[in-house]
């Protein structure tokens, strides 16, 4: 099975949920969560999707195979396959050659699995998320969030020196 890295930190991630994209063919969904939880804790999907075959199989079978978390099936039989080889297409995309373990089908095909989104941003420094937080803010918003602050520091600093 190929592992699952985590776009934002590099670590390994697992994959938690699969389920099919909506109208999107054979393209899987997987749930996925890196397992540097202190660090960065980023949530994600990663979408994997059939490209081709590199070998026919022998027969094949019409609809989607089933899901199973954490193995690849095989596009022809719905059988179990395994990743044989992958190739980094890009830091995010890759290219998995996989082959069928059924001994009626022996299917080689290959699949793209990319990073799709996050669905929980890693975690920040809390001065690092405050940074983030306001520069999103309008401009006229980080002004009157920038005056109360000074304002609540002045104050602050008055009733300390009593």
Do not use: W
Not at 82 to 91: A, L
């Amino acid at each position: 099975m190929a592992k699952i890295i985590c776009p934002e930190c590099q670590a390994p991630a697992v994959e938690s949920q699969r389920e099919y994209a909506k109208d999107h063919g054979l393209e899987i969904a997987l749930y996925c969560s890196c397992t540097d939880t202190k660090g960065c804790g980023a949530t994600f999907v990663q979408a994997v999707t059939f490209s081709n075959y590199t070998k026919n199989p022998a027969q094949l079978k019409l609809g989607r195979p089933p899901l199973v978390r954490g193995k690849v099936s095989c596009p022809a039989c719905f059988d179990i396959a395994s990743i044989k080889t992958s190739r980094p297409i890009t830091d995010h995309v890759s290219q998995q050659y996989c082959k069928c373990k059924s001994s009626d089908c022996g299917a080689h095909f290959a699949q793209i699995s990319s990073f799709k989104h996050l669905l929980n941003p890693p975690r920040l420094s809390t001065a690092g998320l405050a940074s983030h937080l306001i520069y999103n803010l309008p401009l006229s918003e980080q002004i009157a969030l920038m005056d109360n602050f000074k304002r609540s520091t002045h104050h602050h600093q008055k009733t300390t020196h009593l």
